[in-house]
């Protein structure tokens, strides 16, 4: 399966479900949708960490951001929500 970006529809599903952005206080957080397309290169391709391209985030931003939504069950609302809106990946 060949990566590529989330698009306007499933990001308005997934947008949701994450984790208010916390507030600015030093340096800003990364866009979400750029961390989230990060994590999904990595599951999509198989690499590791260390090699997400740079326009997502640095390796240890995009992989915590990861963490914090393994950690607080993203994935499953969002596997979920996807399930019951009949949602088709293409």
């Not at 397309?37 to 990861?66: E, M």
Request: net charge positive; with cysteine.
């Amino acid at each position: 399966m060949a990566f590529r970006e989330i698009d306007d529809d499933l990001w308005e599903i997934i947008r949701k479900h994450l984790p208010p952005t916390k507030p600015h206080i030093g340096r800003p957080r990364r866009d979400p949708r750029g961390l989230f397309n990060g994590i999904l290169y990595v599951l999509t391709t198989g690499c590791t960490w260390h090699d997400v391209p740079a326009n997502y985030g640095t390796k240890s931003t995009v992989h915590r951001y990861h963490l914090e939504l393994c950690e607080k069950g993203v994935y499953q609302a969002i596997f979920l929500d996807l399930l019951q809106s009949g949602y088709e990946i293409r």
